[in-house]
């Protein structure tokens, strides 16, 4: 178990966010920006990064570091799928032609197998908060505790033991995560929910998958490369995956394909967000198509559009209030509810913003900083997509 942690300053970002002034607004693809990891390690000689090494909370949510030297700097020619999109059909031929567009999308390019394993991620530490005296402090919350400070916003969980990996090749990063592992029949580690997402933040282009639920181990991930793929693997990748080109996953994934909640907070995050690269998502005959998602553009919410976007669907429903201290219900516990509360000395356990590399020292000082635009933000949100009063809204771009 890690010794607690202690930080005057634990704030978090919204939504990939790194905080003005402490985010990169200088993530440009193939240049200084897209945040690495301090952790992080090459594999073999190729430009491709990896991080597994576990953050302490009084570090920055996010690490920085330069993009691989192997970021792509001339066009690449496109891989041809021709022969894998034969047939659209069947659900093995979708899943073969979607992993080759992606590939091709990716600069020709798909992880090996062993690289991306439940086994190769960071665990995912959920924390339990101590305010008895002027500093917060935090500790690893039980196995199975059912409340925590920062608990999944997509599950519920406070749960120990998910995962979460990062792999950066050239200007493509992917993140897969391994949710809430439990002892099968057989005594081994199984997930139920295990899931990747891959964009070439260079181009904007992004690819899903996720898994049928309850079916993935520690190392028994299949393939996403098809057209490498043996019948068997090809076969195991249709046992694990069904078949999602993101339009299911915009919702929640409604401005960048990323997402960063305090629930990896134990992580060496890699964020690409201040880049505000384009997003689209692959169609299968090769092209791609814009969300139809829209995010805020209005110059009152700018000390939080610096650093990331305000998407339209469940940015605006639900990680807007919650990184701003509201609607902390359980599994929040009680301790962050209470910091919620107005006056509270630990107000910083309840927000998400800004990051400790830009540590606030008051709260009077953050509402300087950032009472505008949380106000106009909570009012535009309340019609999201809608130009209403001084809200302005534009599509998420799908094009640089």
């Excluded at 790194?18 to 607004?25: E, F, I, K, N, T």
């Excluded at 070439?200 to 490369?225: A, E, K, S, Y």
């Amino acid at each position: 178990m890690q010794p607690p942690v202690r930080t005057a300053g634990l704030a978090l970002t919204l939504a990939l966010a790194v905080a003005l002034p402490g985010c990169r607004s200088d993530a440009a693809p193939g240049g200084d920006g897209t945040e690495g990891t301090a952790g992080g390690s090459s594999v073999g000689e190729s430009a491709t990064t990896t991080t597994s090494s576990s953050s302490g909370l009084g570090a920055d949510a996010s690490s920085s570091a330069d993009w691989d030297e192997g970021s792509t700097t001339e066009p690449l020619i496109p891989i041809d799928c021709t022969e894998s999109c034969i047939d659209v059909a069947s659900n093995a031929g979708i899943a073969l032609c979607y992993s080759c567009r992606c590939k091709a999308a990716f600069d020709n390019w798909l992880p090996g197998p062993d690289e991306v394993q439940c086994s190769e991620a960071t665990p995912i530490i959920s924390y339990h908060a101590d305010l008895s005296g002027p500093e917060i402090v935090l500790a690893p919350s039980l196995p199975d505790a059912t409340d925590c400070a920062n608990p999944s916003l997509l599950t519920g969980s406070c749960r120990q033991g998910s995962k979460l990996g990062q792999l950066q090749h050239g200007d493509v990063m992917l993140r897969w995560i391994c949710r809430d592992p439990y002892l099968d029949l057989n005594g081994e580690v199984l997930y139920e929910d295990m899931g990747l997402v891959g964009q070439n933040v260079r181009t904007g282009v992004t690819c899903f998958w996720d898994d049928i639920d309850d079916v993935t181990h520690d190392d028994d991930m299949p393939p996403l490369d098809l057209m490498e793929a043996s019948d068997q693997e090809r076969a195991r990748h249709q046992e694990v995956f069904y078949f999602t080109d993101g339009d299911s996953c915009k919702e929640c994934h409604d401005h960048d394909p990323f997402i960063y909640t305090p629930y990896l907070q134990s992580t060496d995050w890699i964020t690409v967000a201040a880049a505000k690269s384009p997003y689209s998502l692959v169609n299968l005959n090769g092209t791609g198509r814009a969300t139809g998602n829209f995010h805020l553009v209005s110059p009152q919410a700018n000390a939080c559009l610096a650093c990331h976007r305000i998407g339209s669907q469940n940015t605006c429903e639900s990680f807007v209030r919650d990184s701003l201290g509201l609607n902390k219900d359980a599994p929040y516990e009680q301790q962050v509810r209470d910091a919620a509360q107005p006056g509270s000395p630990h107000w910083k356990l309840a927000y998400w913003m800004p990051t400790v590399a830009a540590p606030v020292a008051d709260f009077a000082t953050w509402v300087g900083l950032f009472g505008v635009a949380r106000d106009h933000i909570l009012a535009c949100c309340a019609a999201p997509g809608r130009d209403i009063g001084d809200c302005l809204w534009e599509p998420v771009p799908a094009e640089g």
